[in-house]
């Protein structure tokens, strides 16, 4: 009997097992898997989101841009300009040149705080007022307008000693047709007063020419011609005394009237071409010219130099010339020679001299 009962719950506990539906256990053996995945440590998981990507690669990159139109104070384009994109803390990031019509374009820009500067030939540097750019953002810079640059003039200041020097040069080389000097004309008419060194040299330097030689030569020949001054004679001898005697008044008079006398009372000793004006207003520059002069400041003073020079280089012609023809009357005739043949001189300065004198160095007065 105990068996049979036995057997009866055998029986019913295979009929329960049966009955347990399939799906339960597959819900064991999942959540077991489950149970078994959570026990690993978490891994992170690649971010697949396409448009995420797409967002955070042109941010990395620069996706902005910074254009604008480089213009003058007329409006018109400058192209050429040296064009710079900087950073807020000064440092360059790009540079470019403006095109023909003076547009620029700074592309694939991060975004942040710029400047723009930009330097252009004959223009005023120019820097922008600093602005802000954001992602993908296509910022158009206003008021891109270049200024005239103020002229840059450098002055070299010489001293009037070497600016005359160099005038003095000059005057040295002119001739008329080429052979007879002609150095006291000054062509330049605001010429650099000379310094007492310059007025000896210029004398000596025209005194002593060659052609000078020449002229107090044909003179002699001339007065032993004429038999001028009779007591010197006639032959090799009376020449001699007489080409002696006009060597002394033209050295004499050069030197007392062109640099001694010049030196002691600050005057100029050369002739100022005017050749400008009417020809009333030139002959009077020329006449004028006999009895005033500049001093070595550059005002107008009567020309004393000539007159005591003349006078002096009378008086000592009574050393040397015959007995009969010393005395005053020979210091004023000489003299009054002086200044006539000064006014002739100064005629022909102004109104032939410089169409027939080489190496002029000036037109005179404009």
Not at 71 to 78: A, I, R
Not at 129 to 140: C, L, P, T
Request: aromatic share 10%; hydrophobic share 40%.
């Amino acid at each position: 009997m105990p068996r049979l009962h036995l057997h009866a719950v055998l029986a019913s506990a295979s009929l329960l097992l049966c009955m347990v539906p399939a799906s339960a256990l597959a819900q064991q053996q999942t959540a077991g898997r489950a149970k078994s995945s959570r026990s690993l440590p978490d891994t992170p998981l690649p971010n697949l989101d396409p448009q995420n990507s797409v967002q955070q690669t042109p941010a990395a990159e620069g996706s902005a841009s910074v254009a604008g139109t480089v213009l003058d104070v007329s409006g018109g384009t400058v192209s050429g300009a040296d064009v710079s994109l900087m950073h807020e803390d000064g440092t360059q990031l790009r540079t470019m040149v403006s095109e023909a019509n003076g547009e620029f374009n700074f592309t694939k820009i991060p975004a942040g705080s710029y400047l723009v500067t930009v330097n252009a030939k004959s223009f005023a540097p120019f820097t922008s007022a600093e602005f802000a750019i954001a992602v993908r953002q296509a910022y158009e810079l206003p008021d891109v307008s270049l200024s005239v640059a103020r002229a840059s003039i450098e002055v070299t200041v010489r001293p009037n000693e070497l600016i005359a020097a160099e005038q003095i040069r000059a005057e040295e080389k002119q001739r008329l047709i080429g052979f007879f000097p002609n150095f006291y004309t000054s062509y330049v008419y605001d010429a650099a007063p000379l310094t007492k060194k310059q007025k000896f040299s210029l004398a000596a330097r025209g005194t002593f020419d060659p052609v000078a030689m020449i002229g107090v030569g044909l003179a002699a020949g001339i007065e032993q011609a004429g038999n001028t001054y009779a007591g010197y004679g006639q032959g090799a001898a009376g020449y001699s005394k007489r080409f002696a005697a006009k060597f002394g008044d033209g050295r004499s008079s050069d030197f007392l009237t062109h640099a001694v006398f010049p030196s002691l009372l600050h005057q100029d000793p050369r002739y100022y071409y005017q050749g400008s004006g009417s020809i009333k207003s030139r002959i009077a520059h020329a006449f004028r010219s006999a009895f005033v002069t500049r001093s070595d400041s550059g005002r107008t003073v009567f020309n004393s130099s000539y007159l005591l020079g003349d006078m002096c280089a009378g008086a000592l012609s009574n050393l040397y010339y015959p007995n009969a023809n010393r005395g005053a009357n020979l210091v004023f005739t000489n003299t009054a020679l002086g200044l006539a043949g000064r006014v002739g001189t100064n005629l022909m300065r102004e109104f032939l001299s410089r169409r027939l004198t080489t190496n002029v160095s000036g037109d005179g007065k404009q």
